[in-house]
């Protein structure tokens, strides 16, 4: 609109500069041939030449199917807005690196429509957009990047998302993710973007859903995608412990078959992670399942050793209480530096009633690692054999084992004992 009014603006200044230099002056021009000549104005020669030209322009145009050179002057001037748009869009873009917003906004869609590549432009411009605050903006900028270029619809689709995550519109963005799903199974960062959008609305399931994908893929780092599966498959087990609203708590047969359907349903890699088979162990046994706790615990621990899940076999009850004992005893031969191990030993001794036994098992693990929920347990035990005196030495043990771990701080001088 201002390029018009400024056109308009020059086109009567000029009329009216020439309408008084034709006042004024009105020129004399003569062209001689031979014998023949030809006088006329300046003026009415100007506009003979003009007309002339135009009449030209037109025959070559149809005729001979060639331009004049207007034809290069406009590609001239096409080329000149191309160079300086993708100059503009250069600054555009440094400035959206920069944290320069507003800049980048205003750059890069004045840029737009002159460059050859526009959805680029109208993508950055709509990012721009987004962090000044400016919401209608850049949806509109969005729309603009799909009409200019049609074929840009799932980088225009994605950048939506990744707006609308930023906005904290979770659950458009994860239908509209979904949506692109669809059509774009394999795609790194739709995938990327579900697994973190499922992720905050806990959605736990749908995360389960995509883990295949997610490592088939690569679209996440390992060892970010390790530790997304591992809190996944925690949760899922979490959830088993919190009865549905209004429905009845299942039968402990039933929960276990449920578990272990649960189990089964999860990826191979979940056997792992210790916390995840120590969960899912523990709820076996509030369950009532100790026998598939124990087969378990049995399997994972002959695989590969965890410190972890050790002290939980311990746990186990079993009609045959020296079954497992004596399969501890067997590990003790490769495994005679592990705490872990005492304690199940000690543990599997206490249900066997071997009470000396058990008393030296939790001693040598304390001789390992003086934990101080050790010595609660060896101490408890302590106290039913009728050696309190001995109990509260284990108590005190583990007392100062546990205040050598606080922070050096100044402490007042001992009260003295009266006489």
């Known amino acids: ?37 030809v006088e006329t104005t300046l003026w009415v020669f100007l506009i003979g030449l003009l007309i002339a030209f135009l009449l030209l322009h037109v025959i070559f145009n149809l005729i001979f199917n060639t331009r004049l050179p207007s034809g290069r002057f406009r590609q001239w001037r096409v ?39 526009p959805a680029i432009n109208y993508l950055a411009a709509a990012r721009a957009a987004h962090e000044n ?17 049609p074929e840009a619809g799932l980088a225009v689709s994605i950048t939506q998302a990744q707006i609308q995550v930023a906005r904290g519109q979770l659950e458009a963005a994860l239908a509209n993710l979904l949506k692109l799903r669809r059509k774009q199974p394999q795609n790194k960062q739709i995938l990327a973007l579900l697994a ?20 088939r893929s690569k679209a996440l780092p390992l060892e970010n995608l390790n530790r997304l599966e591992r809190e996944t498959l925690l949760h899922l087990l979490y959830k088993q412990k919190t009865p549905s609203a209004g429905g009845s708590v299942p039968e402990p047969e039933q929960q276990v078959r449920q578990l272990q359907s649960i189990w089964v349903s999860m990826p191979e890699t979940a056997s792992g992670y210790d916390e995840v088979v120590a969960e899912y162990a523990h709820q076996l046994m509030a369950a009532g399942g ?15 050793w965890s410190e972890a899940l050790i002290p939980l076999y311990g746990l186990i009850d079993s009609p045959k209480p020296r079954k497992p004992y004596q399969q501890a005893q067997q590990w003790l031969s490769t495994y005679e530096q592990s705490p872990g191990l005492y304690i199940a030993l000690a543990r599997l001794a206490a ?12 001693e040598q693990s304390l001789s390992l ?21 001995k109990a509260m030495q284990v108590m005190n043990q583990g007392i100062r084992q546990l205040t050598e771990k606080l922070p050096d701080l100044p402490l007042p001088q001992p009260a003295l004992k009266a006489d």
């Open 1 to 37: 609109m201002k390029r018009l009014f400024i056109l308009l603006l020059l086109v009567l200044v000029v009329g009216a500069w020439t309408g008084q230099m034709m006042v004024t002056d009105s020129g004399y021009v003569l062209l001689a041939y031979n014998n023949t000549t």
């Open 79 to 117: 080329t000149r807005k191309q160079q300086a748009a993708r100059k503009k869009t250069l600054q555009g873009l440094l400035a959206l690196s920069e944290g320069e917003w507003y800049k980048a906004q205003k750059v890069l869609t004045r840029s737009a429509e002159d460059f050859d590549l």
């Open 133 to 149: 605050g400016d919401q209608a903006g850049a949806d509109d900028l969005l729309k603009k990047a799909l009409k200019t270029t």
């Open 196 to 215: 973190d959008v499922s992720t905050q609305l806990h959605d736990w399931q749908g995360v389960a859903d995509i883990l295949p994908d997610l490592r």
């Open 290 to 304: 100790h026998k598939a706790a124990e087969s378990l615990l049995k399997k994972r621990l002959e695989s590969r």
């Open 351 to 362: 249900k066997c009633q071997l009470w000396s036994e058990a008393v030296g098992f939790y």
């Open 369 to 389: 690692d003086p934990d101080l929920d050790t010595c609660a347990e060896l101490a408890r035990l302590l106290r039913q054999l009728d050696q309190p005196d």
